[in-house]
């Protein structure tokens, strides 16, 4: 396994994001209890795996802060090694989400901005995400979301790419996007999307590299091998779980060192 590994989708989390009950079908499927890891649990699980590298994500909810943003910037300042901080917004302020990208990007170093759309029951295209995706393009920042089915009993429609993703790629063709957890079961809008819009890029987390869909590995392996990135979705999975049987997907040199961090390190602007 290539020595440096970034992981684009992490969280550490704390009690209010583990009591949140929509967690419960995750932790069933994950065989997880409810308990919050130490920061050397965290710690542990990337170098087990050889992850030199994390995004670690806050959250908000349409009922407050799950994950704030000046947590995660705690846990980056203690160990700027290990972290960079990818901020989230509250959708329903939108003055005070553009303030806060700002200041999360300016002042606190934070590499992207993250909107789970299931958590907000509101796809990409709606209109309270907009100034958010300004925001995203003024700071030079990447906007990170989440596609595809949802683990938690909520509606998984927001995470359709078609349309409402693609009309946000072109309604903001300089919006860098980085979609989340691979967008099953809609995968070919997915690669559709991915090969009409050069600035939309796909992240495995959630799943085993073992477990992603075959079309995606071929993608991988051809002509998408600078458009995927190495995500895990720790700790509901572990990079080492994810990366158990990366050989299986039969990526050459090239196309393995991309996914696991050049890709990455492109797309964040992270120092090699």
Known sequence: MPPEIVDVWMQHPNQRFMAAPWLESLLRWTNQSRAVP??????????????RFGLLSAWHSPQGALISNDEVAELVEAHP???????????TNPVAAVREIR??????????????????NLPPNDRRYYPVYVACVEE?????TQ????????????GRPIPYLDEVLLDFPDLVVVGGHVGYPWMAEVL????????????????????????????????????VLFG???P???????????DDLGLDAEATELFLAGNARKVFSLPV
């Open 140 to 144: 030079d920042v990447p906007f990170c």
């Open 236 to 246: 509901m999975i572990t990079p080492g779980h994810c990366l158990k049987r990366l």
């Open 147 to 158: 596609i595809g089915h949802t683990g938690p009993l909520c509606p998984s429609e927001p």
């Open 38 to 51: 130490l920061v050397a649990q965290t710690l542990g699980a990337m170098d087990e795996a050889g992850v």
């Open 192 to 227: 559709s999307l991915a090969t009409k819009y050069p600035n939309f890029y796909l992240d495995t987390s959630a799943y085993a590299v073992h477990r992603l869909p075959p079309e995606l590995v071929d993608f991988m392996r051809g002509r998408g091998r600078s458009r």
């Open 103 to 120: 200041r999360c990007v300016r002042d606190l170093g934070f590499v992207a901005v993250r909107v789970v759309p299931w958590l907000w």
């Open 232 to 234: 895990s979705n720790y």
């Open 81 to 91: 090694d290990r972290f960079a901080g990818v901020a989230t917004v509250d959708l």
